[in-house]
């Protein structure tokens, strides 16, 4: 194996035409040699509607990503899972593998995997979403056998999370998810969703104090894609990003 070359590479689908906040987690969680290649779509609110007007630009993202000859491919953005459904999010991530000849992920199936990877069944959850997208994300997590025990957010439309400022939401990542953790002791694991989310730092200082998983989307669809690269693996996430990419 060449040294100087990517080991593996995630194709990423972005559901903003920019990358920042995606990119700058991965970097720092992933392990070294393993490289992100993005490309977006533009939605432009947490909307059914939204989300189907973008499916003609994620099938041009499939087959850019197909050209980039990445190992896997991942939507990002749970809401856009959550508001279709989880029938008809299969039903798109089956058509884009038979389309790509790539496996095909999304951050919420990674979730449900790595949930259930730890034999998870009640879940805290803790977003920064509006009330419906949240409701969406709850029944899409019951098809799966995952009972969302207690819910904590902070609803903001899709521009406010865009504009949000990084050091006010790692405080609110702290503040929402030891909030679920204390009200449902029976949680066995936290998931605070949402790629625009800087929670990097706060997932080892909730997992120190509650002694359960925290989630984020990029340590789970990361997780997903190392657990299902060729073994052995170059290298492994450093352990102090939590018990997520520890179990890889």
Excluded at 80 to 98: C, P, T, Y
Excluded at 190 to 216: D, S
Aim: with cysteine.
């Amino acid at each position: 194996m060449n040294v100087i070359s990517p080991w593996l590479q995630l194709g990423y689908v972005i559901p903003h035409l920019y990358t920042d906040m995606d990119a700058y987690q991965f970097y720092r969680v992933a392990p070294d040699g393993m490289m992100l290649v993005t490309t977006g779509i533009n939605l432009k609110e947490y909307s059914l509607a939204s989300v189907e007007s973008e499916l003609p630009a994620l099938w041009r993202a499939y087959d850019l990503l197909k050209k980039k000859n990445v190992d896997r491919i991942a939507l990002s953005g749970v809401p856009v899972a959550s508001v279709l459904g989880r029938k008809k999010m299969l039903e798109i991530l089956d058509e884009a593998q038979q389309r790509t000849g790539l496996p095909c992920d999304t951050d919420l199936e990674a979730h449900i995997a790595t949930l259930q990877h730890f034999n998870v069944t009640k879940l805290a959850l803790a977003t920064r979403w509006p009330e419906h997208v949240n409701t969406a994300l709850i029944n899409y997590l019951k098809e799966a056998g995952i009972e969302v025990v207690v819910c904590r957010a902070r609803g903001r439309s899709l521009d406010q999370n865009k504009l949000s400022s990084a050091a006010d939401d790692h405080l609110l990542a702290l503040e929402l998810g030891a909030q679920a953790l204390r009200e449902a002791p029976e949680a066995q694991a936290l998931l605070l969703p949402g790629g625009l989310w800087y929670a990097i730092h706060a997932v080892p200082m909730l997992e120190a104090e509650f002694g359960k998983p925290v989630l984020l989307n990029i340590t789970s669809t990361t997780w997903a894609a190392l657990n299902a690269a060729p073994k052995p693996l170059l290298h492994r996430p450093h352990p102090k990003w939590g018990k997520v990419l520890s179990s890889v």
